[in-house]
């Protein structure tokens, strides 16, 4: 198994940035194949971005592709999200997930969700 615990969410204007973070544990050796996604109310889970445990090419939406990145410190068991020029349209909880094997469709595993909220 594995466990996820974001945070790093909170309140910005528009055109600022911030970095979520997501502390992972368990399984790790397994390589899972880790990603970022967000839901706004009323609205659809979304992909964002995703990234092998092991390093390696990096997968982004299209519609956050040139403002998101996401990245990972296997050292600190750490998966981030740099946002920037962020738009109140970003405003959603955002999860961070991770499935074993990775070329699985489904995500076994999810954090609890942290708020970004964007104010215009």
């Known amino acids: 198994q594995v466990q996820l615990v974001e945070s790093g969410g909170g309140s910005v204007q528009a055109g600022g940035s911030l970095r979520l973070s997501c502390a992972a544990s368990g399984r790790l050796f397994v390589n899972p194949y880790m990603a970022w996604f967000r839901q706004a109310p009323g609205e659809r889970r979304e992909f964002l971005a995703g990234i092998l445990w092991s390093g390696g090419t990096t997968t982004i939406a299209d519609s956050v592709k040139g403002r998101f990145t996401i990245s990972r410190d296997n050292a600190k068991n750490q998966l981030y999200l740099q946002m920037n020029s962020l738009k109140p349209e970003d405003t959603a909880v955002y999860y961070c997930?991770?499935?074993?094997?990775?070329?699985?469709?489904?995500?076994?595993?999810w954090g609890q969700g942290t708020q970004v909220t964007v104010s215009s």
């Open positions: 997930a991770a499935k074993i094997p990775p070329f699985r469709h489904e995500y076994d595993y």
